[in-house]
């Protein structure tokens, strides 16, 4: 059986295209999290451990990445 991601972009992603694009519903079945460019959806993925991603996050809400 092969589940197919259900890509989404964040609520907060109205800047005009520059965006990524995450299939969360992959997490509890393979343990990733994969992310793509939204304006290149046939493009490259990454595919993020769980983990990994939500250190990702973490750090972007703490604002160790700088203002965007």
Do not use: Q, Y
Not at 30 to 49: E, F, I, Y
């Amino acid at each position: 059986m092969t589940i197919e991601p259900r890509w989404r972009k964040s609520s907060h992603s109205s800047n005009g295209g520059d965006c990524i694009e995450v299939a969360a519903n992959l997490v509890a079945t393979l343990g990733v999290v994969p992310v793509r460019d939204s304006k290149n959806v046939s493009g490259p993925v990454l595919n993020a451990s769980a983990a990994s991603f939500a250190s990702f996050v973490a750090g972007v809400k703490a604002g160790e990445f700088g203002a965007v």
